[in-house]
């Protein structure tokens, strides 16, 4: 499985961003994905995923600014990113699983990852 992501870039605070996320390599019909970021102070801090059923989970208070979707057809998930906070900067990396209980697991536990997109947030 090949999973790439998009969509990062530089922002103001207080600015949005739409980060995209495609899995290829899989033809099944159940699968999780999901976004974790890694940043210095931090390390790596579980965002958001979609279980097999549509089923959206967030991490810590994730769910105030951020929403995730999926496009089922085409193995892709999106992360609207809202209000953004000179702490939401780091690189925001895609997992992709469809092995045992994936919804039970933050996305940087997946098997397969993406090398992450950048996201810079400035004063």
């Known amino acids: 499985v090949y999973v790439k992501e998009s969509g990062g870039d530089s922002v103001q605070v207080g600015g949005s961003l739409k980060l995209s996320c495609v899995a290829s390599?899989?033809?099944?019909?159940?699968?999780?994905m999901g976004w974790f970021r890694q940043t210095p102070g931090k390390g790596r801090e579980g965002i958001a995923w979609i279980d097999r059923d549509g089923k959206t989970y967030y991490g810590g208070s994730m769910k105030d600014r951020f929403t995730i979707s999926r496009d089922n057809d085409a193995y892709t998930v999106f992360l609207q990113m809202n209000d953004l906070k000179t702490e939401d900067s780091g690189m925001y990396v895609c997992?992709?699983?469809?092995?045992?209980?994936?919804?039970?697991?933050?996305?940087?536990?997946?098997?397969?990852r993406g090398q992450g997109t950048q996201v810079t947030v400035s004063a």
């Open positions: 997992g992709f699983e469809y092995n045992g209980a994936c919804w039970a697991s933050a996305p940087y536990e997946y098997g397969f």
């Open positions: 390599g899989y033809s099944g019909k159940r699968y999780c």
